[in-house]
């Protein structure tokens, strides 16, 4: 109970903090550092723009106060070199004190007032990761941060397209000499611990040598995320524990590992330590569900308002209105410094409802409130970094000026309204995070989703008002499951599953968590085990990639000037699945005896770029 209602302002950890200088602390390795850190089991994944301070504070605020350091937490990725040498990029991305702490204006030697990233008394352990291919872009990055966070993780995961083309995150992984040496540099010269996240290969050997080098260059903590690098979108399916138990069976024991995927419920944590014996489990798309993932549920009984539990004392959940406020209340207390606006106590059934039939409340009046001074020179500092002369005509006697030229001289020239928030990630990750929360919500109250749409950057009264509309909305939905005794509830989940997956009735786990509906080409199961009311946070459900291609949400791309792509291989091998518009195109052209065998080919024309043997996996 008191863990539950438990606010998550209750202490800011910021005005009350001393100014301080980090002092250089010896630096541990392995499984030492782990020790030193708490050896934490629950984990925030690195997230890009998603898992930024204020959805990390957030994460954390389901636990008593003083547990909250047991959760450990990574930054979003950043750019190494952007982050380096960019001070507008270090301002956005990263507030660790009030003062300059990097590039211009920054004093060595002057006392320094924590902020938000980083600060002991609120955001540790903390790791921050960067994604690199320049080992000196690395150091002098991870040099910056170094004395405010507890360690600095490499991305070798990232599968993105923008990974592709910039050289790093999991397409580095044919470049096992390069890895080495970005972890090995950090490991030799930077005076915190280094620490990575790869993807695994497509043979348990090949991944078994890729996690040994990754150790061999100095990685203190290894995380594996069961899946292959081409398994991403439609194609991500389900983890593969046994990969990531075959490799704590074969590291040296006091190896500290992570393992990443398959994380959707609570109870999935514990699952997930059995049966592949790390000493740790992240999570990511399971935390933008659901950021109470790591907190035990409320005792029955126990619930008061944020919490919900049916009647007959099954699963429930936390509230998304109670999430979304809680959400508020740190962007305001933390990031904003200020109150949060006086609100009524969260709806339950047996309240007044009188407020249901009256109009919504207007925004509070200050939507865009001033910028704390720190944040002032912070913005000052960036512009004057990003400041550039755009040559006029009458700098050249000779040429006229260009059209590009014109153009940057017209919007140079023109005034611009003076900006009344810093746009750091706290902001834009706001619209994003709770599209997410909301996602259940908002596919059935679509004007909720369209006023989220509508919601502007660091506009909270904007904000203010979606969430008048949520509460009104679960308000609304928890008197009619009243009045209906659950009935309405049940027939609408039972309604939605009976259209995704027709009459299906086959419906059971196996042993190792994957779902075993038509020789385990279903996720039916797991469906039915996450689905909650959609007031309710809850996992979304991609449907595995076989599901997705008989549904015509992917199909196989032809090779240009060829009009057959299964009787060629050189076709074959140049395959690549495309989307289907929004994900409910028309089925694949595809004759019904012959779809089971389409399905195993167009998931074996995946293009591949390793040089290892196929997977057998479907999904991974």
């Not at 504070?57 to 003083?66: G, K, Q, V």
């Not at 996450?530 to 990639?545: A, M, Y």
Request: glycine fraction near 6%; aromatic fraction near 6%.
């Amino acid at each position: 109970m008191a863990a539950m209602e438990a606010t998550p302002g209750s202490s800011t950890g910021t005005a009350d903090a001393p100014p301080t200088v980090p002092a250089p602390k010896k630096k541990l390795h392995g499984r030492a550092f782990y020790e030193s850190i708490g050896s934490p089991k629950c984990i925030v994944a690195p997230m890009v723009d998603q898992s930024e301070f204020a959805w990390r504070m957030l994460s954390r605020s389901f636990l008593p106060e003083s547990q909250r350091c047991s959760i450990l937490a990574y930054s979003p990725m950043l750019h190494s070199r952007l982050f380096a040498g960019g001070q507008k990029y270090r301002d956005t991305h990263f507030q660790p004190t009030r003062e300059p702490w990097a590039g211009e204006g920054f004093d060595p030697a002057a006392a320094l007032t924590p902020f938000l990233d980083g600060n002991p008394a609120i955001d540790r352990p903390l790791f921050v990761q960067f994604a690199s291919h320049d080992p000196d872009a690395l150091l002098a990055a991870a040099e910056m941060v170094a004395p405010y966070c507890d360690a600095v993780d490499l991305n070798l995961g990232c599968p993105q397209g923008i990974a592709k083309r910039g050289h790093y995150g999991a397409f580095l992984q044919e470049d096992q000499d390069l890895i080495f040496r970005l972890i090995n540099t950090l490991h030799e010269k930077l005076s915190i611990p280094v620490t990575a996240k790869i993807r695994m290969l497509e043979t348990r050997e090949a991944t078994l040598e890729y996690a040994q080098n990754v150790l061999r260059a100095g990685a203190s903590i290894l995380t594996v995320h069961g899946r292959l690098r081409e398994q991403k979108g439609h194609l991500t399916g389900v983890a593969d524990w046994d990969m990531i138990r075959y490799l704590r069976d074969n590291l040296p024991p006091d190896t500290v590992l992570f393992a990443n995927g398959n994380i959707l419920l609570p109870e999935d944590i514990d699952a997930c330590l059995a049966a592949t014996g790390v000493d740790g489990v992240m999570s990511a798309e399971g935390n933008l569900s659901n950021p109470a993932i790591f907190a035990p549920a409320p005792a029955p009984g126990d619930e008061a308002r944020e919490y919900w539990r049916p009647r007959d004392g099954r699963d429930g959940g936390w509230r998304v209105d109670a999430v979304f406020r809680r959400y508020l209340d740190i962007m305001y207390r933390y990031v904003r410094e200020q109150e949060p606006p006086t609100r009524r106590p969260l709806f339950v059934v047996g309240d007044d409802t009188t407020w249901l039939a009256a109009p919504p409340p207007p925004p509070p009046a200050a939507a865009l409130v001033p910028m704390t001074e720190s944040q002032l020179q912070q913005q000052a500092s960036a512009k004057r970094a990003a400041d550039f002369t755009i040559p006029s005509a009458a700098d050249d006697d000779d040429e006229p000026p260009t059209k590009k030229q014109k153009h940057q001289q017209k919007h140079q020239q023109a005034p611009k309204k003076p900006e009344k928030y810093l746009p750091t990630t706290n902001y834009a990750g706001m619209q994003g995070h709770l599209f997410h929360l909301l996602r259940h919500l908002v596919t059935r109250h679509t004007d909720v989703r369209d006023a989220l749409a509508r919601a502007r950057l660091a506009d909270m009264g904007k904000f203010e008002a979606v969430l008048d509309m949520v509460e009104r909305k679960v308000a609304e939905g928890l008197l009619e499951d009243e009045r209906s005794g659950g009935a309405t509830i049940k027939r609408e989940i039972d309604d939605e599953i009976q259209l995704k997956f027709g009459n299906k009735k086959k419906d059971h786990k196996g042993p190792k968590g994957e779902e075993e509906e038509n020789g385990g080409e279903s996720s039916l199961y797991t469906v039915r085990r996450c689905k909650r009311p959609w007031w309710v946070v809850q996992p979304v459900i991609r449907p595995l990639p076989s599901e997705a291609l008989a549904k015509g949400a992917i199909q196989p791309k032809k090779a240009k000037g060829n009009n057959d792509c299964s009787n060629s291989s050189s076709v074959v091998k140049k395959a690549a699945l495309v989307q289907n518009g929004n994900g409910n195109g028309a089925a694949v052209p595809v004759p019904a005896p012959a779809q089971a065998t389409a399905i195993d080919e167009t998931l074996a024309a995946l293009d591949k770029t390793t040089p290892y043997p196929s997977s057998e996996l479907v999904s991974g």
